[in-house]
């Protein structure tokens, strides 16, 4: 992971994958998952636009002594951790868009 920015203020992380190639994602949420942080990333094309709707999860964890230091961001490889965070993801969705509702009727 490289730097993080700000563009429009929405925060972004650049990954370099596998295969040497780098991707911007914006950063929807971090969740907290059966006592681990995990980010949940949208990757975006060279517009800044996602086309697919496919989200990215990584695990999440931010060095405590030093809170400038980049945090550091892990692959998930157990299918059934990765199902629970996906599972948490949908939850956070849910939340967002009974807020969203909520907010509309209050107005």
Same mark, same amino acid.
């Not at 700000?6 to 992380?13: C, I, K, L, S, Y």
């Not at 040497?20 to 990757?43: D, F, H, M, W």
């Given at each position: *992971? &490289? +730097? ?6 929405? *925060? @972004?992380? #650049?990954? =370099?994958? +596998? #295969?040497? @190639?780098?991707? @911007?994602?914006?950063?929807? @949420?971090?969740? &907290?998952?059966?006592?681990? =942080? ?6 975006? !094309?060279?517009?800044? =636009? ?14 405590? %002594?030093?809170?400038? =230091? ?7 490889? !157990? !299918? +059934?951790?990765?199902?629970?965070? &996906? %599972?948490?993801? #949908?939850?956070?969705? !849910?939340?967002? $868009?009974? #807020?969203?509702?909520? $907010?509309?009727?209050? +107005?």
């Amino acid at each position: *992971m &490289s +730097e993080q920015n700000f563009a429009e203020e929405e *925060m @972004t992380v #650049d990954l =370099e994958l +596998e #295969d040497g @190639t780098n991707v @911007t994602c914006a950063v929807i @949420t971090i969740l &907290s998952v059966n006592q681990k =942080e995990y980010i949940a990333l949208l990757p975006l !094309d060279e517009n800044g =636009e996602n086309q697919n709707g496919e989200v990215w999860f990584y695990g999440y964890k931010e060095n405590q %002594d030093n809170p400038n =230091e980049e945090p550091e961001l892990q692959y998930i490889e !157990d !299918d +059934e951790e990765y199902e629970i965070v &996906s %599972d948490a993801f #949908d939850e956070f969705l !849910d939340n967002q $868009e009974f #807020d969203e509702l909520v $907010e509309e009727e209050t +107005e």
